[in-house]
């Protein structure tokens, strides 16, 4: 679903739904110890590189009612973006929504299927879950500009800075403030509301089909990715059980 989603944001034609949602699958399942998996991973990302190109060009003709073309007025009437930057624009788009979008949904599920009540009051509960399900360990690296001294230590300038999101937000000074999965001020995540729309689509709909849902593997037997930039599983096996 947030490939679909993002997808028809961006303007991709509803006939390239199928092989989107292909290459947004063997983006979000690469495995780095598979040469299988980096094969389909390479072959996604020239397709997405690929299908992003002629969307740009054929939104020039005939634009629409989405991000895409959007970003073609933008550049035609202003010069403020160029062809490549439009693509990349686009695949930005679609791995950041897809990637943090579904690893989200599957830790929200693996949280509320070894729950007793797992969806209970969903909307009462939504918020919490949500946090606590977050993806993303690091926020986006900064460099120092400058030489920095944090407490004992000395941050030379010109080093990577990687700020923990999840420190942060299990900081016991947080005191109610709301989480920083999706960043504050002027760079708050622009797909924080599809996120939600999203979640509260998928989320309560599979127990809905599904009620009485379960881990098909004990909870320990959770394989989580061997990654520092997204916290999400391998796989979810459950029994569909109604």
Sequence with gaps: MPALVIGELLGV??????????????MATFDASSNESATRLAEAVAWL????TNVVRSKRDEPGDDLISGWVRTRDDA????EDELVSL??????????????????????????????GD?????????DAANPLPFAIRRFAV???????????????????????DSDPARAGRPS????RGPHYCLGAQVTDLI??????????????????IAEPELEYRSSWRAHGLVTLPVTLAR
Excluded: Q
């Design 49 to 52: 590189a690929k299908t992003f």
């Design 122 to 130: 969903w909307s009462a509960r939504r918020r919490e879950v949500i």
């Design 146 to 168: 400058e030489d920095m001294t944090i407490g004992d230590h000395t941050i030379p300038k010109g080093d990577t800075v990687l700020l923990s999101l999840f420190g942060a």
């Design 199 to 216: 979640v509260d689509v998928v989320i309560p709909e599979l127990f809905v089909r599904y009620p009485h849902v379960r881990l098909a």
């Design 79 to 82: 010069d403020l973006l160029s």
């Design 13 to 26: 034609p509803a006939d390239r739904h199928g092989e989107l949602r292909d290459a947004a699958t063997a």
């Design 180 to 183: 920083l999965m999706f960043g």
């Design 90 to 119: 686009a695949f930005l788009m679609m791995l950041a929504g897809l990637e943090n979008a579904a690893h989200l949904c599957s830790n929200i599920f693996a949280a509320l299927l070894t729950s007793k009540d797992p969806l």
